[in-house]
């Protein structure tokens, strides 16, 4: 299993609206509905966003968005702020209870 | 709410093992999670190690399968992970996470504990 496609980095200005792509295959992304997206502020343990592509868990702020469209998923953040720079990784599961992440995206905000 | 804290030693040989545990609290070991490690290498994205179940379910990255053992200490209320034959690319972040049975999803995460392998 090879890991996810993530981009590097992205960045936004305050207010603004940014897209994460995580790429994978038929195999993980492509073929459940298990992706989920974490973020990580420096120093800290991973924190989950999203589950099952599209679904936010309580506690977490709804400018955070999760959706899927064959082999990729996306993660959208709107209004951005600053709190929200960090690194972002998704997940997926990828049959016979096997995982795989993404390499990460690293998100700047201006 | 789940609590885990992983330890062990912070510094190991080039071909020795790496020896980690992670503590489950307030809760059994033996509720309805998944327990899972997954590592970080410096600078790195994470990468899941392996998944175990105290009923023996056991499942590792198939690219680390020939070297990793985990294991449930019910007694202890704690999971455990061996690393054989490391060398510096083992050297990582190691977390360990909880996963419900009946979700896909890492959660909760302990803090994590930084492993370097070194002579």
């Known amino acids: 299993q090879s890991a996810l496609t993530q981009p590097a980095s992205v960045s936004g200005s305050p207010g603004q609206s940014i897209t994460i792509s995580c790429t994978g295959t038929?195999?993980?992304?492509?073929?459940?509905?298990?992706v989920s997206w974490y973020q990580q502020h420096p120093g800290k343990a991973p924190k989950l966003l999203i589950y099952?592509?599209?679904k936010g868990p309580s506690g977490v702020s709804n400018h955070f968005s999760g959706s899927k469209s064959g082999n990729t998923a996306s993660l959208t953040i709107s209004g951005l702020q600053s709190e929200d720079e960090a690194d972002y990784y998704c997940?997926?599961?990828?049959?016979?209870?096997?995982?795989?992440f993404g390499g990460g995206t690293k998100l700047t905000v201006l | 709410q789940v609590q885990l804290q992983e330890s062990g030693p912070g510094l190991v040989k080039p071909s020795e093992t790496l020896s980690l545990t992670c503590i489950v609290s307030?809760?059994?070991?033996?509720?309805?999670?998944?327990w899972g490690w997954i590592r970080q290498p410096p600078e790195k994205g994470l990468e899941w190690i392996g998944s175990?179940?105290?009923?023996?379910?056991?499942y590792y990255n198939p690219a680390l399968k020939t070297r990793v053992t985990m294991s449930v200490d019910t007694s202890k209320n704690q999971i455990s992970l061996k690393l054989t034959s490391v060398t510096a690319a083992d050297t990582a972040v190691y977390y360990c996470?909880?996963?419900?049975?009946?979700?896909?999803?890492?959660?909760?995460w302990g803090r994590g504990t930084l492993v370097t392998v070194s002579s």
């Open positions: 996470a909880g996963r419900t049975v009946t979700k896909n999803w890492f959660d909760p």
């Open positions: 307030p809760y059994s070991v033996s509720s309805g999670f998944y």
């Open positions: 175990i179940h105290h009923g023996g379910n056991i």
């Open positions: 038929s195999s993980d992304i492509g073929g459940y509905n298990f």
């Open positions: 099952d592509v599209s």
């Open positions: 997940c997926s599961y990828a049959g016979s209870n096997h995982w795989v």
